[in-house]
């Protein structure tokens, strides 16, 4: 088995917070399994590299990976993507086409936003994960599939439950092994790892010296909150990179990329 270590470094992963370590180290003891996961967390705090980690480090490796973003998917036609369709199903399908989980079949789907799924879908979904069958819409012809699931969500599943928009009875399917990534603001000292590592990689893209944030920068840049995780840190460090002619980046420079840091500071974490 893979040490944690091994598996950041082979995955990109920068950091070293304990909550961060300990969802790596639940994905490695999963990933051999066939366990259904779900990866919970704020958007941007990097869910997607989870279930990589799972696929590849699974026997089906070698089989398909497919990623599917359920909240980008308009309803009328999530079902004909996942389970795919016959001829004639509904206007326009003017052939068969085969769903992601046929074609995937012996390899792992990654369901991200599976908190966007209609309800119609989930009853579907439900059958895949009770019994491995689906059937492909506008047939009657039920069909196998063996795949692992792996779903991610950034919405709070309890309230989705008692709101009746996702079947509790789904969530328990999905939620075998739950793996939770802290927030950005959660892992102060990985803070300015991750934007020497996003400053490295701009300095190189752009073909510019890298930019390097003074002490009273690094002050503002950990004690920030980062509503926008990860995903937000590497927007900053790249416009940083691209519109900053001083590469050094004092705090009053930073200041000016970050929202709310010319107001009164409600997204800077108070210390006490």
């Not at 509904?90 to 068969?96: L, R, Y």
């Not at 039920?142 to 079947?167: G, L």
């Amino acid at each position: 088995m893979e040490s944690v270590q091994a598996i950041k470094q082979r995955f990109g992963i920068i950091g070293n917070t304990p909550a961060l370590n300990r969802a790596i180290e639940k994905t490695i003891q999963v990933a051999p399994t066939d366990i259904s996961v779900l990866v919970t967390g704020e958007s941007g705090v990097g869910k997607e590299s989870i279930p990589k980690i799972i696929h590849q480090l699974s026997h089906r490796k070698h089989n398909k990976y497919i990623a599917v973003n359920c909240g980008a998917i308009p309803e009328g036609t999530i079902d004909s993507e996942l389970f795919g369709h016959e001829k004639g199903a509904f206007t326009g399908a003017t052939q068969t086409r085969s769903g992601y989980f046929e074609v995937a079949d012996g390899g792992t789907i990654f369901l991200d936003e599976v908190g966007e799924l209609p309800l119609t879908t989930q009853v579907r979904l439900l059958r895949v994960l009770e019994n491995g069958e689906f059937i492909k819409v506008g047939s009657s012809k039920v069909q196998k599939t063996n795949v692992r699931i792996v779903a991610a969500t950034n919405v709070n599943m309890f309230e989705a439950i008692e709101k009746e928009k996702f079947r509790e009875d789904l969530y328990y399917r999905l939620s075998t092994v739950e793996i939770h990534l802290p927030p950005l603001r959660e892992r102060q000292s990985d803070i300015h790892l991750l934007f020497r590592k996003f400053a490295s990689d701009f300095a190189l893209k752009y073909k510019m010296p890298t930019v390097k944030l003074t002490d009273g920068a690094i002050d503002i840049l950990v004690k920030y909150r980062w509503n926008g995780n990860i995903r937000q840190l590497r927007n900053i460090a790249e416009q940083l990179s691209v519109l900053e002619q001083d590469r050094n980046i004092s705090a009053e420079t930073l200041r000016s990329y970050l929202p709310s840091a010319n107001t009164n500071l409600p997204a800077v974490i108070k210390t006490s």
